[in-house]
């Protein structure tokens, strides 16, 4: 069975700085990898998704994140926050053979501060 | 037109009662889904169905009761609700069972007291 690790619950971080939220996940088979971003009181959008090829994928609000497949990592990152990137942000993973059940992680808020 | 939509949006209701939260997609997907979001944030699957049938149905009290009456809704009905089950509810579907983007209702906030 797949698992997900946010080893961070809360990331503050100033206006216009870089940000990496960290992803590591466990699994006996091939996966594909997600980033979920919820804004407060609303549900979850797809950030962006790793399915295969380029291990680095861009998303949309000027997110990418890398796919490392010896250290089971996909670190989010963006070179410049802006306020309203403030969020709960959710790292998932679900196996190639059955994608229909997407495990999420323990999420991670980031909170920008002016 | 909103893709998925959950109603209700909030629910508060005493410990016992029996509740049935409705979520409609119209995006033509054949694949939805229920998940719980506790007050740590931590989502967890609970059931899904593919063209209204049965496909996972995770560890999750018999008193929780999905219902597919067609492929665009997918019902829950929870009996004799207990102090744990406040949590918020998302609904999700995805285009088939083996689709990897998951598009998400706004969320029930239920609150038992």
């Known amino acids: 069975a797949q698992s997900v690790t946010q080893l961070d619950s809360q990331v503050p971080v100033f206006e216009e700085a870089p940000v990496e939220l960290r992803c590591n996940y466990s699994?006996?088979?091939?996966?594909?990898l997600f980033w979920y971003v919820q804004y407060p009181n609303q549900g979850l959008q797809l950030l962006l998704k790793?399915?295969?090829?380029?291990?680095l994928v861009k998303g949309i609000n000027g997110f990418e994140a890398e796919f490392n497949k010896s250290q089971t990592s996909f670190h989010l990152r963006k070179p410049s926050v802006h306020i309203s990137d403030t969020a709960e942000y959710f790292c998932?993973?679900?196996?190639?053979?059955?994608?229909?059940?997407?495990?999420f992680g323990s999420g991670t808020r980031l909170s920008i501060r002016p | 037109d909103t893709a998925v939509s959950q109603t209700p949006k909030y629910l508060v209701t005493q410990m016992g009662n029996d509740k049935s939260i409705k979520c409609e997609q119209n995006?033509?997907?054949?694949?939805m889904y229920w998940y719980k979001q506790d007050s740590k944030k931590f989502l967890k699957i609970m059931f899904s169905?593919?063209?209204?049938?049965?496909?996972i149905n995770e560890t999750v009290p018999n008193r929780f009761s999905p219902k597919s009456p067609d492929k665009a809704h997918l019902n829950l009905h929870i009996n004799s609700l207990e102090l744990g089950d406040s949590a918020v509810y998302f609904c999700?579907?995805?285009?088939?069972?083996?689709?990897?983007?998951?598009?998400f209702g706004q969320g029930t906030r239920l609150t038992v007291v």
């Open positions: 995006l033509g997907h054949d694949t």
């Open positions: 999700a579907s995805t285009q088939t069972a083996g689709n990897t983007e998951a598009f």
């Open positions: 169905y593919n063209n209204k049938e049965l496909i």
């Open positions: 790793y399915l295969s090829g380029s291990t």
């Open positions: 998932a993973v679900s196996e190639t053979s059955s994608a229909s059940k997407i495990i």
């Open positions: 699994s006996s088979v091939s996966v594909y």
